[in-house]
């Protein structure tokens, strides 16, 4: 802050603030959009060949997908019926 | 071979109508073919903008419908006779805006015309992705303040997937006018430097029209404001905008209020 401002005692400037919560917005806003179709996609992708072996609750099923700046995290969590690791499972589908 | 330019943002209220105007009337002042299409249906203003509100006969859904000839439904400018508005519907609904029929009028209008430019609605809806549809040039209008940065980010995605050039795999030209721009607050620090937003949004720089009391005269006298004063610092803003459009390198400034001198200044920052 110049002289001048410092005689003025002006309260600190705005615009930094705007920039940078325009930026982390932003950067969040552009992996999501567009995503969610992937997701979506992936969810059932992955639910069609679990069910081929196992008998699994569409429910139990959760894909999401987690975007940092330097890697992306796409996680599957599926919940697998205690007893439903059998073979006869998989003709049901 | 005709341009077809959009004119979007996202965010209402940042300037399309006026930039609309002001561009299309500075590019035919240079001599080429213009027509300025207003897409808002519902809610049209490029007529009111232009000065031409009380020569509205045929609209832009009766030229869609068949109801009307192109030629019915075209408005001839009386100050600039190389310029003409083909006005959005204020009675009918956008639905009647079929994509088909937006298809052939833009095919006519290329025929005819060296300029094509659509005033988008805002928004991110059908009527604005109708207006940015067969567009090969976009002018990205945005204020230096977070709303419309965010929203012209959102535009320029929509631009880069929901165009006919997108969807062929190629790219439209995208470029921001920054509008309303206060170079005295940018420099204190209380609003956005055109850094910030090109670094932000990341498209190439068209021009940077300063915030000024002479848009607000020239659309109360229904003129483009590079039409109602040529030589205003908004006016030099656009024309130099236009004239990179048409592909002449000039270098960029901010035009400033001819009123220099203390008073200017005391005025200028009393008003911001």
């Not at chain 2, 073919?33 to 509100?53: I, P, T, Y």
């Not at chain 2, 959005?88 to 052939?104: F, H, I, M």
């Not at chain 2, 130099?240 to 400034?253: Q, Y």
């Amino acid at each position: 802050m110049n002289l001048l401002g410092f005689f003025q005692r002006r309260p600190p400037s705005s615009a930094p603030a705007a920039r940078e919560r325009l930026q982390v917005l932003l950067a969040h806003e552009r992996a999501t959009i567009g995503q969610s179709d992937l997701v979506a996609t992936l969810r059932e992708e992955i639910l069609a060949v679990i069910a081929k072996h196992v008998s699994i609750d569409r429910e139990k099923v959760k894909v999401t997908m987690d975007k940092r700046d330097q890697i992306s995290m796409l996680e599957v969590d599926i919940e697998l019926p205690g007893l439903a690791l059998s073979k006869e499972a998989a003709p049901a589908h | 071979m005709a341009r077809v330019l959009v004119v979007t943002s996202g965010k209402g209220g940042v300037g399309k109508t006026t930039s609309t105007a002001a561009l299309g009337a500075a590019l035919a002042q240079s001599g080429q073919n213009v027509v300025v299409v207003d897409f808002d249906v519902g809610l049209r203003n490029l007529d009111l903008v232009m000065g031409a509100e009380r020569r509205v006969v045929y609209d832009l859904i009766n030229v869609v419908q068949g109801d009307a000839k192109l030629a019915q439904a075209l408005i001839r400018d009386k100050r600039c006779d190389t310029l003409s508005l083909l006005p959005a519907s204020q009675t009918r609904d956008k639905d009647n805006l079929t994509a088909e029929g937006v298809a052939r009028v833009m095919d006519e209008l290329r025929e005819r015309f060296d300029w094509v430019i659509c005033d988008s609605p805002a928004g991110i809806e059908r009527g604005a992705t109708l207006a940015m549809r067969h567009a090969d040039t976009a002018v990205v209008v945005t204020n230096p303040e977070v709303s419309s940065v965010r929203d012209s980010d959102r535009i320029i995605g929509l631009l880069d997937s929901k165009t006919e050039l997108a969807e062929r795999g190629e790219r439209i030209e995208k470029h921001l006018l920054l509008t309303r721009y206060d170079a005295l607050r940018a420099e204190r620090g209380d609003m956005l430097k055109v850094e910030d937003v090109l670094e932000i949004l990341s498209i190439p720089l068209l021009g940077i029209i300063p915030e000024s009391a002479d848009v607000l005269k020239a659309s109360n006298l229904g003129a483009p404001v590079t039409l109602s004063d040529a030589t205003s610092a908004p006016a030099r803003a656009y024309i130099d905008a236009a004239r990179r459009l048409s592909g002449e390198t000039i270098p960029m400034s901010v035009p400033s209020e001819r009123k220099g001198g203390l008073f200017g200044k005391l005025f200028g920052r009393r008003a911001a």
